[in-house]
């Protein structure tokens, strides 16, 4: 029994995004203070785990325009199979983290923030790809499929 590793890493990454939406005054503030402990241990980790499953999502995309190359028309219903291909891929646990990176670092506490990019840097990384993931997860939200 148990949870494999992912599927830790899922469940504590929707249980934290969920706290942060629903979290206010007092109880926010030491949601946001586990995060800068320990000279941003869990900012470290959170990015870790970013791009981890940043890469993932990448390799995924790559094998479904690879596939898209090949097909001649594309419907709907085959739009919604490669969407779920990256869901499953890591894609739902990446945009989880992606909103926590943002939740944190535009929370006012100003080290996190250069924390993120600090550790992005270091990867030849930005916040763009954040940024990307989030706006097609608000978009894919509007949607009524």
Do not use: C
Request: glycine residues 6%.
């Amino acid at each position: 029994g148990g949870f494999s590793e992912q599927e830790w890493v899922e469940h504590v990454t929707s249980i934290i995004s969920h706290l942060l939406r629903n979290l206010s005054g007092s109880q926010l503030q030491r949601l946001m203070n586990k995060f800068v402990e320990e000279d941003h241990l869990k900012v470290d980790r959170l990015i870790e785990l970013h791009l981890f499953y940043l890469s993932r999502a990448k390799a995924v995309d790559r094998e479904i325009a690879q596939e898209k190359s090949q097909l001649d028309d594309i419907d709907e219903e085959k739009e919604n199979e490669f969407y779920m291909k990256r869901l499953d891929a890591g894609l739902f646990t990446l945009q989880r983290l992606n909103y926590i990176v943002l939740s944190i670092g535009t929370a006012g506490i100003s080290s996190v923030l250069d924390r993120v990019k600090q550790l992005l840097s270091l990867k030849g990384e930005s916040l763009q790809p954040v940024r990307e993931i989030m706006q097609e997860y608000a978009e894919s939200l509007g949607d009524d499929k």
